[in-house]
């Protein structure tokens, strides 16, 4: 009989340590997707973008640690803390998502090669072949050149120069190469 009772109860503690573990998870891939979704569709700029990617990256850092830390494990207070964190990160989310500053690429050649790229993170990002710290840096590169651009046309009455085009391309192909490796690596 106590053979059977600590069994049963060696099962339960087993399988609610993998529950918390799988939670984490799913709600870590579940917060992936709704970034990559806002990327997608503009709802998110490549700002906010980054900013939620940083502090995404920071959670599975903290987690990474604590795992080493406790022979791959998370304590009760370290899965209640995670906990916490990603709360904040999916209010954030959704605020960012629902805050009325959208992504526009415009008509143009340098809007469209904008999108396409946000589409290529955004797919990064869904399928899990860009992780969290990727995507923050590569969006923080699109957001430097998009606040570039929008400072060229500022000052060009709404329009860029052909050597300011060249200059936003060369831009755009390094951060495409850069797209392309993070995903293939």
């Known amino acids: ?24 998870n799913r709600r ?28 995404e990256s920071n959670i599975n850092k903290d987690i990474r640690n604590d795992r080493a830390q406790n022979g ?21 989310i959704y605020r960012d998502n629902h805050n009325g500053a959208t992504q526009k690429y415009g008509a143009s050649e340098v809007g469209a090669r904008r999108e396409n790229q946000q589409d290529r993170i955004a797919n990064g990002i869904r399928s899990g072949s860009l992780n969290a710290g990727e995507a923050a840096h590569l969006e923080k590169k699109e957001a430097g050149i998009n606040h570039e651009v929008a400072a060229d046309r500022k000052t ?30």
């Open 156 to 185: 060009n009455g709404g329009n860029l120069t052909n050597q300011e085009e060249r200059q936003v391309n060369r831009q755009q192909n390094r951060v495409s190469g850069q797209i392309y490796n993070d995903k293939h690596n």
């Open 1 to 24: 009989m106590k053979t059977i009772l600590f069994s049963t109860l060696l099962a339960s503690v087993l399988t609610t340590g993998a529950f918390a573990q799988s939670e984490i």
């Open 72 to 92: 791959g494990h998370l304590t009760q207070q370290e899965k209640r803390q995670v906990n916490r964190q990603q709360n904040r990160v999916s209010n954030q």
């Open 28 to 55: 870590r891939q579940n917060q992936q997707d709704r970034i990559a979704n806002g990327v997608q569709s503009g709802a998110l700029t490549a700002g906010e973008t980054a900013n939620l990617e940083k502090k």
